[in-house]
């Protein structure tokens, strides 16, 4: 258990559906992180979130649309998404997002596994 | 081209055996980090290195600052280290983070 937990673990939507990731961290951390992994390729990030803010967005299709309504909780939107997009879906958690920081050692969630037909 | 490549992709060692995963990248660092994930997803932080080298319990990580090179041993290994091994690297500039493709251990008894 990292103290990070996503929600649900699976999902399968359609192209034309509308759902959303749930990420909730229990750690008192200030940063959050969205993650896709695909299969064979290195984890990408996509969005960044210190103290309820957007600090980064990867160059990620609006489609998906990410929410941080406070330090603990984080969603990630979906929306008409591709079958290119089925990926397994990480979040993530941090002390704080600063580059030179010991504080920024990420805490993962066990993911969402995403197929989207 | 990754800015991180890990070696080798893909690993299989009998219970006992002593591990290396290697990892490379080609840009300047402030910290490497090992992550290792689990079947099903989880992913858990192993080490954070900036110099030298760390041990905890049978994993031993090394980097060579010069060299841009970083090791991860196991030693005495076991099927419950049966996992993916990421190496992932803060660069000097900006938040992102780099990540390795990993380096898949299965450990037979």
């Known amino acids: 258990e990292t103290g990070v937990t996503q929600t649900p673990r699976h999902l399968v939507m359609g192209m034309t559906n509308k759902k959303s990731l749930k990420c909730e961290q229990h750690?008192?951390?200030?940063?959050m992180y969205w993650y896709k992994q695909s299969a064979k390729k290195p984890l990408e990030l996509m969005f960044v979130?210190?103290?309820?803010?957007?600090?980064e967005n990867n160059s990620v299709p609006s489609r998906f649309s990410p929410e941080c309504p406070n330090s603990s909780h984080l969603f990630l939107h979906l929306h008409t998404l591709q079958p290119e997009d089925s990926a397994l879906y990480l979040c993530?958690?941090?002390?704080?997002?600063?580059?030179?920081?010991?504080?920024?050692?990420?805490?993962f969630g066990a993911g969402t596994r995403l197929s989207v037909l | 081209k990754n800015e991180v490549e890990q070696s080798p992709q893909n690993l299989t060692a009998q219970e006992g055996e002593f591990i290396t995963i290697n990892c490379s990248y080609s840009?300047?660092?402030?910290?490497l980090h090992w992550l290792q994930q689990h079947p099903g997803g989880g992913i858990v932080s192993l080490f954070m290195?900036?110099?030298g080298k760390k041990k905890h319990g049978r994993l031993i990580a090394t980097i060579n600052i010069q060299e841009k090179h970083s090791s991860l041993h196991i030693t005495a290994s076991h099927p419950r280290d049966s996992a993916v091994y990421i190496c992932?690297?803060?660069?000097?500039?900006?938040?992102?983070?780099?990540f390795g493709t990993g380096t898949s251990l299965t450990v037979i008894p």
């Open positions: 993530a958690s941090s002390q704080d997002s600063g580059t030179y920081l010991a504080k920024n050692i990420q805490y």
């Open positions: 750690l008192g951390h200030n940063a």
């Open positions: 979130y210190n103290f309820k803010e957007q600090t």
């Open positions: 840009v300047g660092i402030s910290a």
């Open positions: 290195l900036s110099s």
């Open positions: 992932a690297v803060q660069p000097n500039t900006g938040n992102q983070f780099y």
